[in-house]
Every structure is written in C-alpha cells, then in structure tokens.
C-alpha cells in the first residue's frame, strides 16, 4: 500500500519529481480514502512523545484556537448534536448509490470529450485556469514553478484502463426501513433557479450538485434516491481496500506539484483542509470501529478500537488533525449563518407528535442564542467572506473572481462524482454524507441569507446536521485514542523490560503534562508496584502509599516510574518512599517555604467574602476555581440580600423579628409542598431525613438561624462601607414580614457584589498575597496521616490537565450546593431527593455537590441533605420550553406586585407566601387539573403557571423586566384581550380542566377580567384575602394599566438546604463529633441554617455571613493592622493606571474590534475596551464579546450598575 497519503503537498520529493505541479482536481484523492478503507494500513509506528498527540494553538484561517473548539464541543455541542441525529428525521438519510461511476471502463475518447473541460476546467482558449486543465498558466502553482500545460482529466481510464477497473458491490447498506418511517418519507419540490452565472448570488444553489438536487429540478432528471437509517450503518472498519481508485486518480490526473500548503492560495487551502478534515473524522471512526467482534474474547464482545491505526494515520501528523478542527469551525460558522432559516423549518414527519416536538426542541436548543453566543469564538470564527476577493488574501496571486467561483464550485462537483466509484457501499454512504454537509456548509456561507429559506432541501440539513455531529464526536474521540495508544506502549515496553523513551513528552519542564501522558505514567508505577508486591518486595503500608501517591499524580512518584518503574522498580520504589514520606508535592518552587494561610475553593459570594476578610487581616489566600470566570450561581441571583438595616429608622424590622422569620420558613410543608422533603416528615427514599419526633425540624437543621439573622446587621455595613456596593433599594419578599431584601439601584444584586468583591481582592492579587487559579478543580483536600489535620488541596488543570498541591493551614469549600448533580453514581441528588429530579433547575452546570464530597470523603457529617428547594418561579422560554436549565423569575417580581394565575387566568395562591406553599399550591392546581380528566401531572404544559405584572410592578423591578423581556420570557401586551389571546395560543387556557369551565365556552379574557378585578376590591379595601389570605398588595390595582407583562413560570429545582455540618465558626463538624482541623465551610454547602425550606433573599445573606466568619476565623502567619476588632480594614492602595488621552471612535473603528484580541464595546456613548476584562467577567467572556464591536447600553443598562464603569477609562465618544 501507499501508506496516509493525506494530501499532494505532503508526499515525497521523489513523487515530486514523477508529479512535477498539481492541480485543484487533485483534492479528489483525499475523498476516496472514505472509512480509511482505501488506504491499507501503514507501517506501524513506535511508541509516540506526548505533544505528537496534542494539537494546541491557532487552528489556522480562523480567528480561535484548538482548545476553545475542544471546550465548546465537549461542555455543550456534542451532547445535543448525538441526540439531534438520533431522531427520525435526521437519522433518514435520502441517497442513491447506485449510480455508475463515469470513469469505468471508458476505453477511448470520443471527439466530444477531446474538448469537455478537464477538472471543470475553462476550455483550452481561455487564458487561466485556477483549479487546473487548460494550458496556459497555472494561477495556483507555488511560487516560483513553472507554469505548465497538463492532460489533466478526470477520464481515469484513458492512458491505463485498468487502473479503474469495474469492482462488484461489497459491504451492502442496511436498507431496512420501518413500516412507520416509510409513511413519513416525503419528496421536496421548489421552483428552479439559474446557477450558471458566477456574477449573481443564485450561482452557488447547486454547490452540492447531483447529490441534493435544486428544488424544482425534473423529477426525470434526479437521480433515484432512497433512504438510508444511519443508525443502521454505523461507520466502522470493512475490510475493503480502494488502493487502486487512489492510485489511479494520483498518477494519472491532475497532481502537478508538492508545494506546501502555506504555498496555496486561500481558497485552494480552505477546500483542502475541508476534505483533510473530512478525511480524519472518518479514519477516526474507523478507529474506534477497526476490530471486529470475537466470541469468548474478553473486551471482544463488540466492535472495538484499534488505537494503533489511529498512531500510524496521525502519530505523526498533527497537522491532519489541526485540519479536522478546521472543518468543524467552519460547519458551525455554517450552522449559525443558517440558524434563522433552521429555526423555523418544518422538521415535523407528522406521524409522532412527541418525536416531532423533540426534534423541534432539540434544534432550538442547537440553535439556542445562548450557546451560540457562549460558543461565538468558535461558530464565528471562520470568516467567508475572505474567499473570492478581487486580488487575493494578503496579496496572494488571484485569477478573475467569477473565474476562480467557476473553478472553484466545478472541483467540487467533479470531487462529488469521484463518490461513486467506492464500491464499498457503506463506505461510499458516509462518504456521500459527509461530503453533501461539507456543500452543504459552503452553499450557506456563499449563498445571500435571504436565499437560504428556498435554497435548502431536507437531504441537505440532515447531512448538514450528522457531518457537523460526526466531525463532534471524532473531535472528542481524539485524545482517548491517543491516550489508548500510548498506554498500550508503555505496557509493551514493560514486559520487554526496556524503558520507554518519553524524553520528548516535556516531563521534566514544570511538569506542564497532558492528560494523557499523566495517566501513561500512572501506570507505569502503578505496574512497577505491583510487581514488586506480587514478588513480595514490597509490605502493605509501602504498597499503600505508593499506590496512593501515584493516584493521586504525585510528580515526583511519576518522573521516578519514567526512570526507574521499568528498568528497576526496586529502585523505584526506595527512591519513592523516600519522596512520599517528605510531605506533599509543592508545585512552585519556594511554595512550601510560604504556603497560603487559606485554599478557599470557589469563587462565588461565600468563597469572595471569606477570601477578602482574609486578607484585610494580612492574610495570604488561593482562590480555586473550577470554572473559567469567578461568580458562581451567586452573580445569578438577583432579588437581593437580606438584612436587618438598624440605621433605617423608618423601617420597624429587628433582628428578632427576622429570626422568626427564618424559624416559620424553615418549618416547610406548606400546604402542599412540591416534593417528598418539604411534606411534614415523610421520608424521601433514603434514610437520611431531617425531622424530629414531634414533626419540627430537628435542631440541628436549624441551629444558625440566630447566627445568620444577627450576622445580617454588620454584614450588610461590611457589604456597604467596605466593599462599596450599592445596596440603597428594599424591597418585600414571599414570607418576610418587613422589607428587608436590599439590591442596588442599578444592575442585579449578586452580580453587582461578585463584580466589587472581585475588584476588592484583585487589588491584593496584584501584590502577590491572593492567588488565583480558575478552570482548575481541586481532586481531593490532604490530610497529615498522623493528626488528621488539614495541609492543602491537590488539583487539576481542566484546560490544559497540569496537576499540582497548594500547601495550606486551612481549606475553604464553597463550592456550592448540588442542584444540578444529576447524573452519574455518586449524584446526591439521586441518593437523597430523588423526587426532585423530575423538575427543572435554575443552577449552572458546575452547581454539582464537589464540596459536598471533598468533605464526606474525610469523614464530614452531613445535615439536611433530603432537603431540596423547590422554587415556583423558573421562567419556561417559549423557544426551549423543555430545557433541564431555567432562568429564574426573581422573587423580586412577586414582590413588586406580580400575580400568579392559572393557565386559563385564576389566582390560586398568595404569592407573597413561602416558597414550600407556593410550589405546593402549584403541585395542587395541577393534580386537580388531571382528577377533572384533563392533563397528567407533570405531562406537557401541566405545571406551566402565568406570573403577571402591571405597568406599576414593571416599574419597580425596572432592571428585572427589560432583561427578561429581551430575553423573550416576558411579553408586553397592551390590553386583557391581547393577554388572554396568548394564553389561549401559548398554553391552551381553553383546554384548562378543573376550572371555571371547559371548552370553547370559556371567555379566557371574561377570566383574567373578572380575576384582576377581585384583587383589586379586596386591595382597595387592605385584605385579606378571603381565598389566599393575602395581605400585602403592593403596586395594585391592575385596573387601568397601560401595560401587561406575562410569562410562563414552572417549579424548578433551586436550592439545596443540606450540605456538611459546621460548628458556629465554621468549622467541618465530623461524623465522631469533633472538629477536621483545619477544614472550613460557607454558603449553599453548609448546613444547618434553613431547615426544610429556604427564605427568599437568605442565600446570598448566608454566603456573605458566613463567609465573614471563617474569614475571621482561619489562623493566619502574620497579622497585620487589619486585623481589628470590628475585622475591616482596607486593602492596599493601588498604583493609578495611566490614563490614555481621549479621542472620537467612529462606528466603523468600533465595528473593527469584535474579537477576543480586542473587545471594544459602546456604552452610555462612550467606547471602552473590555479585552483585558474578558476573563475576569462574572457570566463569562462570551457575554461581552457578543456585543464587541456595537453599542451594548441595552443590555448593560439591564444588567448593571452604571457605576460599573468608574474602574475603566473610556477611550472616547461614539461619533457617526
């Protein structure tokens, strides 16, 4: 065989003398290694250097680089995308492949293919010919080659015809077709365009030629299509050998150079690496495909990898899979241009509401604006317009414009016809599959959008959607198969007793190590011990600790298993026990000597407060953060804290009377709670519940609330003086009898103090005494063997997979609660309140209990951990209403008068309650609902509620309505009839069981009417409310409103009140009743302080409360003058940055600076550049950079504080 010939400008110079230039046609070849089948295997390659595995950096002619594409595919895309093809509609695949290929046994030239053009090649008079063919020049030969005339042609069988000899059909596809699926099977017809002209917009409608017909092309003419389930025909190894097609087309036809492929000219490069990555996410599935299944043959059973093909295709050739990344930034630059038209194509069979609804569902969450805007450095990364520019890109050579589209469009096609002649059907399939997406992605990037409505045919999405979903999953696929491979080397290696040559692998350099190269080592020595132990070299303490160590990636334990593990792991082991017993691994030199006082683990509000009380005493502090940005969930939240303002002398509130409301909350069972953890003291499916003899919460769930109510006071003056937040505007939550839940003037609550916490401790960071570590997840807190008491925490990189120790006197876990921990076999939400899995929730991906089990790991107690809040209020987008994460309804909203009403318009529930009731009264409405024969509970839009504002409570939760309304979770109607029309399209209000009526009788705009007008008598009158017992009506009457906001609320899952049990300064109670010296815990992960249901506004009080006291309480090296009674103090002064001088800033100039290299942003009329701020911001990079380059005041304006601003300079005004 010819070995991975991925393309011309990488074969030898000995070819490059027998092929003396190339041609664009060449890029055939690349596609007829389909399913790697075509390319027998090539050599087998040694053991590989770690970075031969590793591609990092600049994908190369796009504006991102290799890890955002790897972070982006992995955290949101690749999900979604597998359980996209896995619906009818995108798992039925129309293709005909039948088709004769046109290069069989074609025994001479006719006088009419004398002069058909070559390669889709102009005709021999004309004067260029870019893509090749003709003879007069060659636009895309490298520089400094001569310009050749060539026979180029795709007429494989001209000079040799037994090159491409006919082959027999092998490796049938699984035709199988459902009786159900044929019903759904339908053709798509469309008025025909003109495609001939390079000078209209309409010439790239037929990109992907025969393959996708254009709509309203004779039926006569289309080829006979039928359809394919691809989960039929997975994509795997065949046993079929396509040398010959691959010989054939190289030696024969239109490979006229070597140059390299920085020597191409852009659109030549782009269309290469296209098929380069085409060509590496099928060797890849090949791989993961490549050995058939044997009976009786352990790990045999199924289809399995071969990771030594994937080393001899890529080991080394990065490069090849540089080009993958490529192709897959430029598919999503696809998808997003096409997002408009996706979103609203008619994906339904119509056979299968529930099949129909999901794949509508799935799309739209694909599609979703908040992926593509947390994602918009990979999606926009490839810019299209770059292609076909008069002169070229960076002054490369260019032939006329609609000359090179003409050229440019012909390869393709003639590459498409190449297809047919795989005579592997499987292979011939896939291959078709992916090279129609890969049309599919060019016609949308060159097509006008306006066009794309009528220019796209069912066959094109869908190979559209399964080349982007494959090029996902061989992305993924990747490293685990380079990781397999050199695993497997270093075995081998092992039992010849040679030591494996890793010396390229970068181990000895800061021990910057890749995942992979971290778990080969890990083996290693963990192989070296067991050796010895099974020869009896080694006592159970030693094996112990060796095995320990090297679980837990000691460095040293790992350099010495490289240099002794093989050789002489007796050695090994002498020289290991020796590094062990000296303590912990310090990763930075001179760390040990000076190690923090404090590891605080999370960067939300508890993990801030603490940190930065810390440091006012002269302390020193790490900060860990698994994520990429500080904030947490705490910046989400956005009705305000709580606390008991003593200074106010118009406000009456004490902290008596807080604490007893705090004590009434934290009873639970409120009429009718949502779950099983909030209903009296019925147990939850686990043993752990949280409830004494008498039916109260037992003390020990409840026994900070006097700590957290007196905390509130000097909290909120730290909050106010020290860190100078904003906290002037009040307000009145659901089970608060004062106003007492303060929020700024401008901008959400918690954003606003992650945002000043966060200014606060940068100061410090500055100076070398706070350390930050993000996108870095703490493995596990060490302990002194001999004492128990804490010494720091081990963690892992998750960008880059360094490992590394913080030395430490004491560990901080404020990592949250676990409310989005659902999966796998240690999710606590499974293991304590299942019931709750069955609802929504409001929390991050990252809310996933880490804390939690750091703690239990060393024996921590636990409390209250059935304890789950339900909270009533997570708003139901309209565009994703089955998504598993909801934005929350700020309790703010009930606050300033919003209602609560049933689907068909009644109230129900007071909805200044507690959050227990009113997610019970839901849960009731419902179940009343499906007794009076109408829906199921918990099917469809069952525990779907309407929350109602007028244009008085809009006014008062000015900063929450903008922002939701733009977010499309509120609507704004202008009377009752426009309202009650909504309610009677977007949630069936006439279909309502249970109700006033049913049936088309019902006046839905009679309902709301007759509801809005009761509430505002017994308003008028100052309650209560004879039905809900309602007492406050803040912002009524409704009557008369100009405006009405409405949106659809359900119950999600919003809080968790359990977490590890801490004494009265924080310390990690054990299960012996002791203390773990040295380990401390804040905010959601404690617990102890809410009892069965949490009052609205106390999370963020908790997190700042408690963060205060452990901050105050951790022992530190040196105190300093900060360290005074009332524990404030002030942060060191900072140096005055320059100021740089001012200038006007055109829309053109801002227009410019639209990248992560530099954000600049217009807000108020005054320009700022936010690049260096970009990783700092609370919700993300991807938040700003989705408005770098325009005015972002609106959403700004909604968000924040316009005192945000004071910490940068403008750099000038926005002038026309």
């Known amino acids: 065989g010819i070995g991975e010939r991925e393309s011309p400008a990488t074969e030898t110079t000995e070819m490059a003398r027998r092929v003396p230039s190339w041609r664009w046609t060449a890029l055939a070849l690349l596609v007829m290694c389909v399913a790697s089948e075509l390319i027998p295997a090539a050599t087998a390659v040694g053991s590989l250097a770690a970075p031969a595995w590793q591609v990092r950096g600049e994908v190369g002619d796009a504006a991102c680089n290799v890890e955002e594409v790897e972070t982006a595919n992995e955290q949101q895309l690749h999900e979604i995308l597998a359980e996209l093809t896995n619906t009818t509609y995108f798992r039925l695949f129309p293709v005909d492949l039948s088709r004769k290929c046109k290069f069989w046994n074609k025994q001479k030239e006719t006088d009419e293919d004398k002069h058909e053009p070559s390669c889709s090649a102009p005709p021999e008079e004309e004067t260029s010919t870019p893509f090749g063919g003709g003879s007069s020049s060659n636009t895309f030969a490298p520089p400094g080659e001569p310009k050749q005339g060539t026979s180029c042609s795709l007429d494989l069988a001209s000079k040799d015809p037994g090159s491409m000899k006919w082959a027999p059909a ?257 292979c011939k399939l896939h291959g078709k599959l992916q090279l129609l997406g890969l049309g599919t992605a060019l016609k949308v990037l060159l097509l006008p959008e306006h066009l ?77 011990v067991a050796a010895l132990a099974a020869d009896g070299g080694l006592g159970a303490g030693d094996e112990n600790a060796l095995v320990d160590a090297s679980l ?133 499916g686990s043993d752990s519940h949280s409830c004494s003899v008498d039916g109260g919460p037992a003390p020990e769930t409840v026994e900070h609330i006097p700590v957290l109510a007196a905390g509130s006071v000097e909290t909120f003056v730290w909050l106010r003086d020290r860190v100078g937040v904003d906290l002037s505007r009040v307000g009145q939550l659901g089970g608060h009898s004062h106003a007492r839940t303060h929020r700024p003037s401008a901008g959400m609550a918690g954003s606003t103090l992650v945002l000043a916490l966060q200014k606060q401790c940068e100061v410090y960071a500055k100076t070398g005494q706070l350390t930050w570590r993000k996108n870095t997840a703490v493995d596990e807190v060490t302990t002194d063997e001999r004492t128990g008491a804490v010494t720091g925490v081990r963690w892992t990189n998750r960008k880059d997979g360094r490992v590394g120790h ?68 997570g708003f139901v987008d309209p565009k994703d209403p089955t998504a598993s994460t909801k934005t929350l309804a700020a309790e703010i909203l009930r606050g300033a008068g919003g209602l609560l009403l049933t689907r068909d318009g009644r109230r129900f529930v007071d909805e200044l309650g507690t959050r227990d009731y009113v997610s019970g009264r839901m849960l009731a409405e419902a179940k009343a609902e499906a007794n009076a024969g109408g829906l199921p509970v918990g099917e469809g839009v069952s525990f779907d509620f309407i929350l109602l504002l007028n244009d008085a409570g809009a006014r008062e939760a000015d900063k929450h309505v903008p922002l939701y309304t733009q977010k499309g979770l509120l609507r704004e109607f202008d009377s009752i009839e426009d309202l009650a029309k909504w309610l009677d399209d977007e949630v069936g ?12 009788s019902i006046d839905t705009a009679a309902t709301v009417r007759t509801t809005l007008g009761a509430y505002d008598e017994t308003a008028r009158i100052g309650g209560p409310d004879p039905a809900t017992n309602k007492t406050f009506f803040h912002n009524a009457p409704f009557s008369g409103s100009n405006k009405f906001y409405a949106g659809r609320v359900t119950p999600v899952v919003h809080y968790t009140m359990g977490g590890v049990r801490v004494d009265h300064l924080g310390r990690v109670v054990a299960e012996s009743g002791g203390v773990i010296e040295g380990l ?121 504080s316009k005192d945000m601003l004071d910490d940068f300079d403008a750099i000038g005004p926005l002038v026309d």
């Open 1080 to 1200: 401390y815990a804040a905010g959601e992960l404690i617990g102890g302080v809410h009892g069965r249901n949490r009052l609205g506004g106390n999370a963020l009080t908790e997190c700042a409360v408690f963060g205060r006291i452990v901050g105050g309480d951790v022992p530190i090296a040196s105190p300093s003058s900060f360290d005074d009674a009332g524990g404030g103090g002030g942060a060191p002064a900072a140096a005055a940055p320059a100021r740089v001088e001012r200038r006007d800033v055109t829309t053109a100039e801002l227009g410019g600076h639209a990248s992560e290299a530099s954000c600049w942003v217009a807000v108020y009329g005054e320009v700022y550049d936010f690049t260096d701020f970009l990783d700092e911001h609370p919700a993300g990079a991807e938040a700003i950079l989705k408005y770098g380059g325009t005015d972002g005041t609106a959403i700004f304006d909604s968000v924040h």
């Open 552 to 684: 837990a990636a000691d460095p040293r334990v790992l350099i010495l298993a490289r240099h002794y593990g093989v050789g002489d792991p007796a050695k090994f082991a002498q020289h290991a026990l020796r590094a062990v017993a000296s303590g912990p691994f310090v990763d930075r030199p001179g760390q040990q000597d000076h190690p923090s006082d404090v590891v605080v683990v999370g960067g939300g509000l508890a993990g801030l407060t603490a940190a930065l009380t810390v440091l006012d005493r002269g302390g020193k502090v790490t900060l860990v953060e698994k994520e990429g940005y500080i904030g947490g969930n705490s910046q989400w939240a956005s009705s305000g804290i709580n606390g008991v303002d003593l200074g106010n002398v118009t406000n009456p509130d004490t902290v008596k009377e807080f604490e007893s409301d705090c004590w009434r909350s934290s009873m639970g069972g409120g009429a009718g709670a949502a779950t099983g953890a909030t209903l009296g003291c019925e147990k939850t």
């Open 170 to 426: 092998t490796t049938p596809v699984d035709m199988r077709i459902t009786e159900q699926e044929h019903i759904v099977i339908a053709a798509n017809d469309d008025g025909a365009m003109d495609c001939t002209d390079a000078d209209l917009p309409e010439f790239w409608m037929d990109m992907c030629g025969y393959d996708a017909p254009l709509p309203g092309a004779n039926k006569d003419d289309i080829a006979e299509l039928e359809y394919v389930n691809l989960q039929l025909n997975p994509e795997r190894w065949t046993g079929y050998n396509g040398s010959h097609v691959w010989s054939a087309i190289y030696e024969e036809n239109c490979l006229k150079s070597s140059g390299s492929v920085d020597d191409m000219c852009y659109e030549e490069r782009v269309l290469y690496r296209l098929l380069s990555g085409m060509h590496a996410s099928v060797n890849i599935h090949i791989a993961l495909k490549a050995k058939t299944p044997k009976k009786g043959v352990a790990g045999r059973e199924d289809w399995s990898a071969d990771p030594g093909r994937f080393a001899a295709h890529y080991g080394q050739h990065p490069e090849r899979l540089r080009n993958l990344h490529f192709s897959f930034v430029v598919l999503l630059r696809a998808l997003r241009k096409a997002a408009p038209t996706l979103g609203i194509m008619d994906l339904s069979l119509g056979q299968d509401g529930v099949e129909d609804a999901r794949t509508r569902a799935l799309m739209r969450r694909l599609l979703d604006t908040h992926i593509l805007s947390s994602c918009s450095g990979v999606f926009g990364a490839f810019d299209e317009s770059m292609l076909f520019r008069a002169g070229g890109v960076n002054g490369e050579a260019s032939s006329p414009v609609a000359e090179l589209k003409s050229q440019f469009k012909g390869v393709f096609h003639n590459i498409s016809e190449v297809m047919d002649c795989i005579s592997c059907q499987k």
């Open 806 to 873: 913080d030395a430490a006197r004491s560990v901080l876990l404020a990592t949250g609660g676990f409310a989005n921990d659902r999966a796998g076999p240690d999710s606590l939400l499974h293991k304590y309140a299942p019931d709750s899995t069955r609802f929504a929730t409001t929390n991050t991906k990252g809310t996933t209990g880490d804390g939690h089990k750091l703690a239990f790991r060393l024996g921590a107690q636990g409390v209250d951990m059935a304890n789950v809040q339900i909270h009533p209020t």
């Open 452 to 528: 794309h409505a009528t220019a796209l045919s069912r066959s094109e999405v869908v190979a559209l959607v399964n080349t982007v979903a494959k090029f996902s999953h061989a992305i993924l696929a990747a490293p685990t198969l380079a990781a397999a491979h050199s695993e497997a080397s270093i075995r081998k290696a092992s039992k010849a007793s040679t030591v494996p040559d890793l010396s390229s692998a970068g181990i000895m350099k800061n021990h910057d190590w890749s995942p992979a190269t971290t778990r080969t080592l890990m083996d290693a020595a963990i192989s070296a």
């Open 989 to 1000: 209000a006439k279909d309502v069981r249970g109700g006033v009526g049913k049936g088309e």
